[in-house]
């Protein structure tokens, strides 16, 4: 029902940043908290940020606390991770995926959709 498409991965280095974008389509698309997941090689698919339907809440892993910013616009039906002063350690596929509910997204679990994935790589 729900289609998330990301953009905005790139090639960039130490120290600098990027912006994602998940642009969201499909019946009642609002009604669902968005979040970003990452997965590196050799890591285990991780949370990086989460928001809800209304923007009220945001959540933020701890690796990525101070320096990630995740915001939403819903008349434009698009959520944006701006990523600043990335680490080579923040290498990896970034996913956005869409719940039902806000905690369900923070948990990391009952992920009702995913997007199919932007490559990010920090390298100098």
């Known amino acids: 029902q729900l289609q998330l498409v990301e953009s905005g991965g790139g090639l960039v280095q130490p120290g600098g940043s990027l912006r994602l974008a998940c642009a969201v389509s499909g019946f009642t698309s609002n009604a669902y908290a968005i979040g970003w997941f990452r997965q590196a090689p050799g890591k285990e698919r991780e949370g990086v940020s989460c928001i809800s339907r209304s923007a009220g809440s945001t959540n933020y892993a701890d690796s990525v606390k101070g320096r990630f910013t995740i915001s939403r616009d819903n008349a434009k039906n698009t959520v944006y991770l701006q990523m600043n002063s990335l680490k080579p350690e923040d290498t990896a596929v970034y996913y956005c995926?869409?719940?039902?509910?806000?905690?369900?997204?923070?948990?990391?679990?009952?992920?009702?959709?995913w997007g199919k994935g932007t490559l990010v790589t920090v390298s100098s």
């Open positions: 995926a869409a719940t039902l509910g806000f905690s369900r997204c923070v948990s990391g679990d009952g992920v009702d959709y």
